[in-house]
């Protein structure tokens, strides 16, 4: 018998796998090929290099067995995708006091807000600082608010009481567990999370805000800024990087006193310029700078409530026609639309769907190995040629094929306006060696 005989029934068992029901299928207590690639997908953490390493093997193995899908298909992956990211970790219904991880008693939060049915969520954080810094303090300036405005509120506690705890020790990540696992357990919708916080808590809003500007709406940063760069004589020159490019598509309305002695408004006022000269730019944001005289630290005119009824009504544009991103994290690789395999922390890449020309053109400051379009028919029509262009060169000319990795690879986050069938690269990494 030929190799190329001996070959065959390996591939057409391959074939069958790829064909078989989209509904889960167990033998004798085994999952199907295609099943066991999606359980061990989601089993690996994309936050580590092991974990993305591992990650990329199962896409690798997923376009190895499964071509590309019909719309029906799609649909049906999608909605099956869905239903797993949905038996993930949940939260405790009623208001109260938690510890993320029981045992070690570890990850404090509080529940609070409209807990039955909620209208949105706020995600809450508080103020501190070295050595210090509680939940309670956050759930008291904010829960009444938030409760006025039907919002469920989740108030986590950092990990550890450092300067910048919102963004040490792990808290970032503790953060985007409990917003994933408040909406299984809520009826929330995904396009109104808002992140607010008072002092500490403010920078953590202006920070985790933009990091993952793609999940949220809004944020209502209360006399706390983004952490700035300074020049000669200590003075106030910018904003460090992944702030500001990357918010051009969410709500923010910023509080500041003229005469806070502990946040002073030299860092707020930098950052309203930085936005006012990144509108110029790129167009978008959609920011309101609100200072006033002679309150100090303390909370805004009105209230909290005053400050969080400005962004009641904003809505996440999740397939927003223009992107601008400037990665901070190696582990963020989706950015809305655009997934980076390998982000190049301070890059900044401006990215806009052009639909009459069925065209994606992207800008790059610094090389963008590895950077891929992700696409759908609510972007822009994939059943003809699309063209995606990168610093004025045409990098791709095709017709997109929908693939069972590509919504694997987007649909883990269980956010189906994230997730996408199509991935077209628009620079190819190169092989070491």
């Known amino acids: ?41 989601f089993a690996a953490d994309e936050r580590t290099r092991e974990g993305r390493s591992e990650r990329a093997a199962v896409l690798v193995e997923l376009d190895a067995v499964s071509g590309p899908l019909s719309p029906k298909d799609v649909e049906a992956w999608r909605k099956k995708l869905q239903a797993r990211w949905e038996q993930g970790r949940t939260l405790k219904k009623d208001n109260g006091r938690r510890w993320f991880w029981e045992d070690e008693e570890r990850g404090l939060y509080i529940v609070g807000g409209e807990t039955k049915k909620p209208k949105g969520m706020f995600l809450g954080m508080h103020g501190g600082g070295e050595g210090s810094g509680e939940a309670d303090s956050a759930s008291s300036f904010h829960d009444a608010a938030a409760s006025k405005l039907k919002w469920l509120a989740i108030y986590p506690e950092v990990l ?32 109104h999370v808002v992140f607010g916080g008072h002092s ?3 920078y953590g809003s202006w ?108 809505l996440r544009a999740p397939h927003a026609a223009r992107v601008v991103w400037q990665p901070a994290l190696g582990w963020k690789r989706q950015f809305y639309w655009l997934w980076w395999e390998e982000p190049l922390i301070g ?61 694997l690879l987007t649909g883990v986050r269980g956010d189906p306006r994230l997730s996408f069938a199509c991935r077209v690269p628009v620079v190819v990494k190169k092989k070491d060696g």
């Not at 567990?177 to 408040?182: N, Q, R, Y």
């Not at 909406?183 to 919708?189: F, S, Y």
């Open 1 to 41: 018998m030929s190799p190329r005989a001996r070959l065959l029934p390996v591939a057409l068992l391959l074939l069958l796998a790829a064909a078989a029901p989209l509904h889960a299928q167990k033998s004798k207590g085994k999952l199907d090929p295609l099943d066991a690639l999606v359980e061990r997908y």
């Open 160 to 191: 550890e009481k450092t300067e910048h705890g919102w963004t040490d020790a792990g808290t970032e990540e503790f953060v985007l567990d409990l917003v994933e696992a408040a909406r299984r357990t809520w009826d929330i919708d995904p396009d």
């Open 200 to 202: 500490m808590g403010g």
């Open 207 to 314: 920070t985790l805000g933009a990091h993952h500007a793609d999940m949220v709406a809004a944020i209502v940063p209360s006399a706390g800024a983004p952490t700035p760069l300074f020049g000669p004589g200590d003075k106030v020159v910018g904003i460090i990087d992944g702030i500001i490019p990357s918010l051009r598509n969410v709500a923010i309305v910023a509080y500041q006193s003229d005469d806070d002695p502990q946040v002073p408004p030299a860092a707020n006022r930098a950052a309203a310029k930085a936005i006012e000269e990144a509108r110029g730019r790129w167009g978008g944001y959609d920011f309101e700078y609100w200072e006033v005289s002679g309150r100090g630290h303390d909370e805004p005119p009105g209230g909290p409530r005053a400050h969080m009824e400005k962004v009641r009504d904003k």
């Open 347 to 407: 890059a900044v890449i401006d990215a806009e769907l052009l639909p009459a020309g069925n065209t994606v053109r992207i800008t790059a400051d610094r090389p963008a190995a590895g950077l891929h379009v992700l696409l759908d028919e609510r972007l822009l029509d994939v059943s003809r040629e699309v063209v995606v262009e990168l610093n004025g060169k045409e990098r791709f000319r095709g017709v997109p094929e929908a693939r069972l990795s590509t919504l």
